[in-house]
């Protein structure tokens, strides 16, 4: 049996390496369809399996906590982190269908329903020291790091908590977040209930910002991946602060996506208000140049700055802020480029393919002022300072795709492919990225699940692979794409809709270069001025939009080397199936009566039947799972022992979602209005 299992991964193996060298070749995927480079569309067709229950690659059902209705970090991290997060859910917006569209909301609601008023403690029932983290309050309109439903952390908890300055950054990136949702679902209930939270969010931003440059001036460890910025070293020892980059470019990011809410709402106040704040912030970036182009992390109130490759002191290169200033669209093309060019001319700061936090090491941390040769996981590569997260690599991806960067995105998508189908979805990988012993998930304590490890950082990575073929701008009126497919990719068909307001659109693109050729909208031919962007106006289009896009122009050569980790894989999923043990299956039998009672529900469950059918699907991925030969490992070996973890992985995901319709319709029988309650009694019929 082994050796016919070997054969057949030979096999694979060998049509992998021969797709990849013909590009006339046909791909029918599951989630999407094209021609051309066969690896690259295998690659964007189970980056979508990342977002639906699958038996092939770590899914969202597997980071979803039933008790919360939300998505947490995972591998036993009960809480819900901004900077952990905010790849994945900037990337994944658009794709997220239900239940997953409401449970993002539902996650980024811990931050919300906790946000700081001047007033309440992190834990309203802390009992401890007035010193304690979870004792912290907060400014009006913080946010904070990680949070749960009853209680937050304002600063960042990792490290000297007692020097560390508010979470500003984090704060950015979360209004970035929620704007994201609400320009892509269009709700004007929501529009109405989250703008005076992120007004105030904005407010606490705006109370550091310095008049004389607009810059804003802020002390340690209030960055994204804190606690790696120490602010500024002061004569007697302590840290002051310091103009820091990744506040600037973040909250650019969130002000462009206020002033689209504005013009939605139609204040022209708030409008006026937020376009003179968004003026002001882009006017001022320059500041935080080097004269290559690319961004300094933070400069001292005297001048210094620091982040400039070069120099004597604190000559590193930052990646974080960069990738998101690109990434994120708040500088134009030519910056975009020049930061790009930096990265690509420093092949330090991308040793194992992925973009690290920083290269060389930090020599500007509170732990370690002045010296680089830090320890613990304070040294170079392993954690904050030089170390490899997925959720800034999603960012880079945003990047490279703007850029037209493919082949990067390819190499950071066969890696990261490679850890997923291992199961070891890490963050952060450690020794820059190679990881050959990581220092949470190989080790004593912090060893998780047996050598299994899926967290929310690394679903950015798949995420951003998807988005940044069309990039999806969000406007108050519109929508924006603009194609980056591959060059090697000839025809490409996306079967998985995209969410803009209440419509649903289809997208494929006959890929011939970056420029706009023509644009059908359901056959009808669309007026398009712009030569690289397609503008999707929202009021004219229909509630399927089936939209076809052929372009012209020709792309760059970029080949695209790394071998494709085919095993296992998603289109083989149906080969084997199992039975279910006794423990799920009783589960099953009920999700399966229930799917078929809301089926026959004149209207008002569909969503209630999304998240059974999801649940359905998280169940099937278990059953295939448990049948499926996992291959013998790409970076981690896996053995009996790891095999069957990785099988109760998608075990636990099943139950998870088992529970979490459990608790749904326990809360409508227990609360409900009339509908709800008519479901909760179709579920007890289920259950008989």
Known sequence: MKTLSVIFLTFIMCLSCRNSQDNS?????????????????????ESFAFLNPNPVVPNLSMIYQPEWNTFVEGAGWDAWWIQNSYGFSYSATPFLKEPWFSILQNSWDLFWNNQGDGKRMGDPNHKGKPTDLMALVAPDGSLGDAARPTNIIYKQGDGNFAIHDWFYEATAAGIVMQTE??????????IEYYLPKMERACDFIERVRDQKNNLFLVGPACNLLAPSYGGVLQPDGTFGKGYLTGVSINYLAALDRMVELYKMTGNKEKLAEYERRQKITRESLPQLLTPAGYFVKSIEPGGIKHGVLGQEKYGYLEGVANADAAGLRVVDQKTAES???????????????????????LDDTYRGWGKTDLESIFEFGCWVNGGVWGTVEGRAILMYSRLGKFADIYRSGIRNMKWSKDIRMDAPWTQRGENTSNNWYDKGFWLHGEGVAVMVDNFAIP???IRGLFDYDYKSDRLILRPQVP???TQYIQKEPVRFGEKSLYISCKNGGPEIKSVRVNGKKLKNPASREVVLNYNELPENAKIEIVTKGGWPVAEATA???VIPALLAENTQKSELPDTLKAQFVVLTKFDELLSKEAGGADFERAFVRAAVEAFNAYLYRSGMEPGPGYFRAIDDQRKHAM???????????????ENRMKNYADKGDARQKHLAELFSEAMK
């Open 563 to 565: 071998e494709y980790p």
């Open 647 to 661: 099988v109760r992985s998608f075990a636990k995901a099943a139950i998870g979602m088992y529970r979490g319709v």
């Open 339 to 361: 930061i790009y060019k930096q990265i690509a001319g420093f092949p330090d700061i991308r040793p194992f393919d992925f973009l690290l936090t920083n290269a060389p090491g």
């Open 181 to 190: 949702i609400l320009l892509t679902s269009r709700n004007t209930e929501d």
């Open 25 to 45: 070749q046909q791909y029918e995927g599951k989630f999407c369809s094209g021609s051309g480079d066969i690896n690259y569309l295998r690659l964007i067709d």
């Open 487 to 489: 060059g090697s990719i």
């Open 463 to 465: 995420a951003a692979t």
